[in-house]
């Protein structure tokens, strides 16, 4: 079984920083792209970042600049460096795995519980 485990959410002042981890367990032998989707209260989940096996990313213009996505595939895991965070940045961060390879099968997506992240102006 595949598991997401986000953490690093929590309360910062516009124009602060923050940094989300997100670790993969279970036995994975390859995951094709990791990425990070947020949903504030009210909104649709929307793509912040995403990042495949060989590194190229993809960015959602609202972040651009600001935000960078990284991850290490050794250990599986992904992050999101945050900067210059403004409150609409405020939402629930959730971790996306997709095409997971496992032992026995390939796990199409898999979804972290998600973190809150909350920007105070």
């Known amino acids: 079984q595949v598991q997401l485990v986000e953490s690093g959410g929590g309360l910062v002042q516009a124009g602060g920083s923050l940094r989300l981890s997100c670790a993969a367990s279970g036995i994975i032998k390859r995951i094709n792209a990791m990425g990070w989707y947020r949903q504030a209260p009210g909104k649709q989940r929307e793509l912040v970042a995403t990042?495949?096996?060989?590194?190229?990313?993809n960015y959602a213009d609202s972040v651009k600049g600001r935000f960078t996505i990284s991850r290490d595939n050794a250990k599986n895991m992904v992050y999101l460096q945050m900067n210059m965070l403004k409150p609409e940045d405020t939402a629930v961060y959730y971790c996306n795995a997709d095409r997971v390879q496992t032992l026995s099968r390939i796990v199409l997506e898999v979804w972290g519980q998600g973190t809150l992240v909350t920007v105070s102006s």
């Open positions: 990042i495949t096996s060989d590194s190229s990313t």
